[in-house]
């Protein structure tokens, strides 16, 4: 591979202007809620959305129902809130962000973001009732985006899990094989790149070396940051990574993952084109990951 191979990382294309500043703009944020026409709202209940006729239920702010205001911000014109409600309120037409994966990974970039900054909130919100200090309830403040304590008055702020997830290249031939690992959980043929949490104290190169040692036996050396995604399920930043082996040989860990091999282009394609081989879906940046390893586009997806 003469020339270096450009892959867009799907929830990362296309971000908004999140406007930070106008949170606590207390006359903007009541003439941009006025106007109809230039803002759009996403209701959220729970963490759930409304999907109707194939896409996601925006509604003008008029439309809208009482609920926690998020302002998710600004792009082409239009300033963008989401509505969180109670979850009560989500019948079969309401659904998760897994449910959504689909459509996501064939959106070109319109919503995708905002989405995924939506629903990551609302996920925080849901899952954050009281005070860590305390024990006392939060109130939202700064349009969902800090809660502060109605007793002590401390302040939380959203929590971001950060994960490395990385496609392994042998070290020794780093053009001619990548290593992809398998769940114990998953229909047969599917494998994707290995994936872990960053631990306290840990740089994300000694994650992605230790993680990659637990699960595979693999020893790895440099390690090259590729690109980053939010991944609200519920609240990670996958942090892109491609680390050289220095070693060969595999020894799975046989509980969170069951199977690893060594993938040379040539099987990977002709695996995939088999079915033999299921990849992971384009929204999700381990396909941005081995799509770069291979040089270009594969076939099949999960």
């Not at 809660?147 to 490395?164: I, K, N, S």
Request: proline content about 7%; charged content about 25%.
């Amino acid at each position: 591979m003469d020339e270096p191979v450009t892959v867009e990382i799907a929830l990362s294309r296309h971000p908004h202007d999140r406007v930070a500043e106008r949170r606590t703009d207390e006359a903007w944020l009541a003439e941009v809620w006025a106007d109809d026409e230039n803002t759009r709202v996403l209701v959220v209940a729970g963490t759930r959305v409304q999907v109707v006729d194939a896409g996601l239920a925006w509604v003008p702010p008029s439309q809208a129902p009482e609920g926690t205001k998020v302002l998710l911000g600004e792009r082409d014109g239009t300033v963008w809130f989401a509505v969180i409600i109670d979850g009560s309120h989500a019948d079969q037409s309401w659904m998760p962000l897994r449910g959504l994966v689909p459509a996501l990974a064939d959106d070109t970039g319109e919503q995708a973001a905002l989405i995924v900054h939506a629903i990551g909130i609302a996920e925080w919100l849901w899952a954050t009732r009281h005070c860590i200090r305390c024990g006392g309830t939060y109130e939202p403040m700064q349009l969902g985006h800090v809660l502060r304590c109605t007793d002590c008055g401390r302040e939380e702020f959203p929590r971001t899990d950060p994960a490395v997830i990385m496609v392994v290249a042998d070290g020794e031939a780093p053009d001619d094989r990548c290593l992809l690992g398998r769940h114990p959980s998953w229909p047969p043929g599917r494998y994707s790149t290995l994936a872990g949490f960053v631990e306290p104290g840990e740089s994300i190169e000694q994650a992605v070396r230790r993680e990659v040692y637990e699960e595979s036996g693999i020893k790895v050396g440099d390690v090259e940051y590729f690109g980053s995604q939010p991944w609200p399920l519920p609240r990670s930043l996958m942090i892109g990574c491609i680390a050289k082996a220095t070693s060969a040989d595999i020894s799975v860990d046989g509980l969170e993952i069951e199977d690893a091999r060594w993938f040379t282009r040539e099987q990977m394609k002709a695996e995939a084109e088999a079915g033999t081989l299921v990849l992971p879906g384009g929204i999700s940046i381990s396909r941005s990951l081995i799509e770069h390893w291979y040089g270009g586009p594969l076939p099949g997806q999960w």
